[in-house]
């Protein structure tokens, strides 16, 4: 049970502290962090204190680059650890408490607009990508000239993509380069009015042209790890990139190539048994999985009204990072919905895995809507902010009185009819968690049970002298039977008490239990029907 929920106790004990050793060469840092270009941003702007911003797996130069960093530029420099939620997001709350005026983010990034306005510049990173060979195998998979092909890559292969279009634009006709959605500078604003930003990037379209019409060849990965579950990059780009288009996959040290085309089948695959989990569904975790992205109390507000809408009962859960252990605290939920950035949401699950399934935004609109997807919508989309109002892709509920919501349907899991929602206005306050009684009296539900969304009376009610309907508490009040329910102050309400000796041992033999073996004791006249256990 302890491996399966969490680490060894021992791990925690045997773990050693320390600062994390230098990962790059020190003639290496102003290449590879780019430190030239940040040095211009920081005087620029005039900052006197700057947030920086590193993963776990580079903090072992973060001391070094903020060293350089505050010699060159003479501003104070902040070293950012300790996400709450990712690293791929930028931690604009941490900054403003840091103080800082402006922040600098290094590494793989979900480039999502953060929720408050802050001067941000990203640092990517600079991988060395074999040009040659990725244009020989670019080559070998597109023997057609004139058929219209994406460039993509990973963002720290990012730089080499304008030098590989460089060796294929002469022989091809119609090639696409895709470039990293970098904020623009605020007095450029309309460098490129006509690039469509999706998938955190820019695709300069011609005009009349659409994605939809355009393969894809993707530079990163490696040779060894070719599963693109273990990449929430290239994850998000495969379950929206269009069904009928070949994806290409190089790697950018051997330039050996992979067709997606199967991978992607098995992703599209795996939401639609999500979106079937999620329709089964009467109870619903809302995870908060960030804070600073922009939208995402819109987006939490639009969840809710799609759940209530669809006759199911949700729950807002702010835990940090979701984990096997935090969620299954919460037995009574059917399914989870994650409201992260894309790459969080797709992020690759534990080895322990969940005892619930964690969907993302995208499958809990699939499953409560029954307006969706609209016509023509191809793509399986990834960022809650594409079905807020205001985007292309978002899809209004239908009115109470639409035939949608009395359309049956059979659950592709159990096999069972599926009853349609009894849709609610989400101003509506009245009883909705009483369930009847053969005895005709109306009992109080769990709102996390069974029957939580019912809401029927007796058609043998007496009227008013009828006195057995009794209204739920909280939506909350199955969370009052824990043992545990948190800690809360009560100041002056708990006298005090003298400090006594705690027990000692551990929880399944303490040293005052003795033995923690059981017998039986002889029954007496009184305990004839039933047996009695006795220590």
């Not at 020190?26 to 940040?38: I, M, Q």
Request: with cysteine; aromatic share 6%; hydrophobic share 35%.
């Amino acid at each position: 049970m302890e491996s399966t929920f969490s680490s060894p106790a021992e791990a925690a004990l045997q773990r050693e502290a320390g600062v994390p050793a230098l990962l790059t060469p020190r003639e290496d840092l102003d290449r590879v962090y780019e430190l030239e270009r940040v040095t211009k941003f920081v005087c620029d702007l005039g900052c006197q204190q700057v947030a920086l911003q590193f993963p776990d797996q580079l903090l072992g130069d973060a001391g070094a680059v903020a060293a350089r960093l505050e010699e060159v530029t003479g501003s104070k420099m902040f070293i950012l650890g300790d996400t709450a939620y990712g690293s791929c997001c930028v931690d604009v709350l941490g900054a403003e408490q840091a103080g800082a005026q402006a922040l600098i983010h290094f590494g793989p990034a979900c480039l999502s607009p953060p929720a408050r306005l802050l001067p941000v510049t990203f640092v990517l990173g600079q991988r060395s990508v074999a040009l040659e060979l990725c244009a020989k195998a670019f080559e070998a998979q597109n023997p057609d000239t004139t058929a219209p092909v994406v460039l993509l890559s990973e963002p720290a292969c990012a730089h080499a993509l304008e030098a590989l279009a460089t060796l294929l634009c002469p022989k091809y006709q119609d090639l696409l380069i895709s470039s990293p959605a970098l904020p623009l500078p605020a007095e450029s604003p309309s460098s490129q009015p006509q690039s469509l930003e999706r998938f955190g990037r820019r695709f300069p379209l011609s005009p009349g042209r659409h994605l939809e019409e355009y393969g894809a060849f993707y530079v990163g990965g490696s040779q060894a790890s070719s599963d693109p579950s273990l990449d929430p990059d290239l994850s998000r780009l495969l379950l929206g990139w269009a069904p009928g288009q070949p994806f290409i996959s190089c790697c950018p040290d051997t330039g050996q190539t992979q067709d997606q085309g199967a991978q992607a089948g098995r992703l599209r695959a795996r939401r639609l048994y999500l979106v079937e989990r999620a329709r089964d569904a009467r109870v619903v975790g809302l995870l908060a999985g960030t804070l600073g992205v922009a939208q995402h109390r819109e987006a939490l507000a639009h969840l809710r009204k799609l759940t209530q809408a669809a006759g199911k009962r949700s729950y807002v859960l702010a835990l940090g990072r979701p984990t096997p252990a935090k969620l299954a605290n919460f037995p009574e939920m059917d399914v989870f919905v994650l409201l992260s950035c894309p790459l969080g949401a797709l992020a690759p699950q534990p080895s322990g895995g969940f005892l619930r399934p964690v969907l993302t935004p995208c499958e809990l609109e699939a499953a409560c809507n029954p307006a969706w997807p609209p016509p023509g919508l191809a793509p399986h989309l990834t960022h809650y902010a594409e079905l807020l109002p205001g985007s292309p892709f978002h899809v209004p509920l239908p009115p109470p009185e639409s035939e949608l919501w009395d359309t049956p349907d059979v659950s592709l899991i159990s096999g069972e009819l599926r009853p349609p929602p009894s849709w609610k206005s989400p101003n509506d306050t009245r009883c909705s968690a009483l369930t009847p009684r053969p005895q005709l009296e109306l009992a109080e539900s769990s709102p996390a049970g069974k029957h939580a969304n019912s809401c029927r009376l007796l058609d043998a009610c007496p009227g008013p002298a009828h006195t057995a309907c009794t209204l739920s508490p909280s939506p909350a009040s199955f969370l009052s039977s824990r043992s545990w329910q948190g800690l809360e102050p009560r100041l002056g309400q708990t006298p005090v008490k003298e400090a006594i000796s705690g027990r000692r041992g551990i929880a399944i033999a303490y040293e005052d239990e003795g033995s923690s073996s059981y017998h039986v004791r002889p029954e007496s006249e009184g305990d004839k029907a039933a047996g009695t256990c006795a220590p």
